[in-house]
């Protein structure tokens, strides 16, 4: 049985776990632009503002656009121009992927 102590502990490993094993990009683009995201696995791809992505590093909620890509290239299309940041996770899932991030 787990004191409240290691709970904790576990807790913030598994949360540190989540939160930090991800791809970052950051692409200045806007609605004329398509974002095409190359993958050697399947893998979340998610686009969000620069207050979204602070969010999803802290553990809070956020919003995104995107999800889960089970082919590749993954096509993202951002709903105004300015910088985004492209994430690129598996879920809280093990394993590494591969990406790369272009504008076209």
């Not at 590093?57 to 889960?68: D, E, K, P, T, V």
Request: charged letters at 20%; proline letters at 4%.
């Amino acid at each position: 049985m787990l004191d409240s102590c290691n709970w904790l502990a576990l807790t913030c490993k598994l949360i540190e776990d989540f939160i930090m094993k991800h791809l970052h990009y950051t692409v200045n683009a806007g609605p004329s632009n398509c974002i095409r995201v190359e993958l050697n696995k399947q893998a979340n791809v998610k686009l969000m503002d620069d207050i979204n992505y602070q969010r999803y590093r802290s553990g809070a909620r956020y919003s995104f656009q995107g999800g889960l890509a089970k082919v590749s290239p993954a096509l993202l299309t951002p709903p105004s121009h300015k910088d985004w940041n492209v994430v690129i996770d598996l879920g809280g899932y093990s394993g590494s992927v591969k990406a790369t991030v272009s504008i076209v």
